[in-house]
Structures are given as structure tokens and as C-alpha cells.
């Protein structure tokens, strides 16, 4: 009976549904884009200068110090309609299972 309150606490903790982590400005990614947590997961901001804005979508271009994952050059092109919607008004992009495959992209709402 002495650890039943810590027992209850551990079954709880490991029953809680795994959330995801959040951007650098406290709003949460997407659980289907992001896996670890802030310092070790595979969703990240990157820099403007990463993105370039193409006929019909995106031209995200990623090298090593960009992304904690990047390890070598990286381009990828992705559709407007493909982006998900960033809180803030930066760019955040989640690469898993690898630093070659890009799970989600966010952006900030276009001013045309």
C-alpha cells in the first residue's frame, strides 16, 4: 500500500497519450508530423533564407546547420497546397523517418 501513490503515478504517466512537441513559440506540431521533443526532434524553425516562394509552392533548401538533422545539401519542392499552417511567422519544417524525407512543412500565411 506504501507505493500504490507512486505505482498509480507511473501507470498513469505511461498510459498518457504522447503529445507533440511544440515550436520555439509554444504552439504544438502537428502529432502527425513530429517525433522527440524540443531538443531532439525532427521538427524544427528554419531560417527564411531556406525558402524560396515558386509558382505553386515551395522551393526549401536545407544544408548542414539548418536543420539538427541535416547532415549534407537537401532540396525539396512541395505544393502550396501540401504546407500546413505555421501559428508564428516563421518556417518550420519535420523531416522523419530520415533527413531525406520531408513529413511536414509549415509556413506562415502568404501576404500576395
Known amino acids: ?6 505505482t498509480l503515478l507511473v501507470v ?6 504522447a503529445g507533440a512537441h511544440d515550436a520555439h513559440t509554444g504552439w504544438d506540431y502537428d502529432k502527425f508530423c513530429c517525433n522527440g521533443d524540443n531538443h531532439s526532434g ?3 524553425m528554419i531560417s527564411t533564407k ?9 522551393q526549401i533548401s536545407l544544408g548542414p546547420g539548418d536543420h539538427r538533422l541535416v547532415t549534407r545539401p537537401h532540396n525539396f519542392s512541395l505544393r502550396q497546397d501540401q ?27 502568404m501576404a500576395f
Open 1 to 6: 500500500m506504501r507505493n500504490l501513490p507512486l
Open 12 to 17: 498513469f504517466l505511461l498510459s498518457a497519450p
Open 42 to 44: 525532427d521538427c524544427q
Open 50 to 58: 531556406n525558402v524560396r516562394i515558386i509558382n505553386g509552392g515551395y
Open 83 to 109: 504546407a500546413r499552417r505555421s501559428q508564428d511567422e516563421d518556417y518550420h519544417i519535420c523531416l522523419y523517418p530520415t533527413e531525406d524525407t520531408l513529413r511536414c512543412f509549415y509556413a506562415p500565411d
